[in-house]
Structure formats: C-alpha cells, structure tokens
C-alpha cells in the first residue's frame, strides 16, 4: 500500500484538466491511507484548503465531521485508524461561477478498487455525498433519501451529508440527523476505533 500511495501522489492524469479550470491548478493528490485503517471516511475530493496543506479535512468542514464522528484531531490524522479515501484524490477546481468541479471519474476508475481492496482492518465507512454513496453504497438517489435511510447500511457503513458549513440549512431542515443519526455514527465510531 506505500507504493500504492505514492503511486497516487505521483499521478498526473488530470494536468490538462485542471490547468483549464477557472483555478488553473496544478495536480496534487492527496492520499492518506494504510491497510490497517479501522474506518474509512469516503468523500468527493479534497477543497482547495486541502490542496494547499496537504491534508484531508484541515479546515472547518473537517471540524465539523470530527464532532459529528465523536473523535479528535489526533485520533483522526492517526492514518494506522482512519483512512480518507474521496471519489478524486486531487481538488477538481472550480468552474468558471466559482462552484466546486466534480470529481473527475478516471480518478476512481484508476485507483478505487485497488485502494479500497487494500483496507484490510476496515470495520466501518462513512460515506460522505452523493457521488461516494453511489459507489460504495450503489446509492443515486437523492441524499436526503440516502441519509435518512442510514439504518439500510448497518453495521458496515453510514451515509452523511458533506459537513461543509454550506450544507447548515440541510441540518436545520432535517432535526432528524442529529437526533438519529449522530448517536448511531459516534458509537460506531467508537466500536471501529476501539480495541
């Protein structure tokens, strides 16, 4: 899995694509794996705050997943635990409004499998959006139907809305994600992550 990983940061499949992004960015993937991973937090593809550390989830959306998993900072960067593995290692970009890219699907199509074949301690995954529900799950539907749905994928995964702060409206329209789902994710957090 090390040479995997740095198979993936070595991977410039998408410089054309990104160099025509309004963002004009040049390719940096970012993988943060190891085969003994407990849980896996499945995404879209990293955000430019990503991009530019280096890091998954080092910014506010990754403070709000972090309590929403009931875990710290520590316990989620400990890449022997946790593995973050989103739909597209690099950022996408932006479009010419400004608005996230989507995930460009040679990306998954190059490394998923043998990424995700590779997780050999996963107990449990969380699946962040639409487009990682649709190939974890074989979920397309709408993500409020996915999300709701969560208990459909007990033990092995739970579906999430992206934790972006964007995405507040969505938690104040639906109480349910906390009062439901949150109890749930935390203790099975704490159960993939235990001993």
Request: proline content about 10%.
């Amino acid at each position: 899995m090390t040479d995997l990983a740095e198979d993936i940061r070595a991977c410039r499949l998408c410089t054309a694509r990104f160099a025509a992004t309004k963002t004009q960015h040049q390719p940096r993937p970012v993988p943060w794996f190891r085969p003994s991973a407990r849980l896996l937090i499945a995404g879209q593809a990293p955000g430019l705050q990503v991009h530019e550390k280096g890091r998954p989830f080092d910014d506010r959306s990754g403070d709000r997943l972090r309590d929403w998993l009931g875990i710290d900072r520590d316990t989620f960067y400990d890449l022997d635990r946790v593995a973050v593995v989103p739909m597209a290692f690099c950022f996408p970009g932006y479009d010419a409004r400004g608005s996230d890219l989507p995930p460009p699907p040679i990306c998954s199509t190059t490394w998923h499998d043998a990424v995700i074949g590779g997780l050999t301690g996963l107990r449990l995954r969380v699946v962040i959006g639409a487009y990682a529900q649709a190939y974890h799950l074989g979920r397309k539907g709408p993500l409020t139907e996915t999300v709701r749905g969560f208990r459909d994928h007990l033990p092995d995964a739970i579906p999430l809305p992206h934790p972006s702060w964007r995405n507040t409206g969505w938690l104040k329209k639906n109480p349910w994600f906390e009062t439901d789902l949150l109890p749930v994710l935390r203790q099975k957090v704490k159960e993939a992550l235990g001993d």
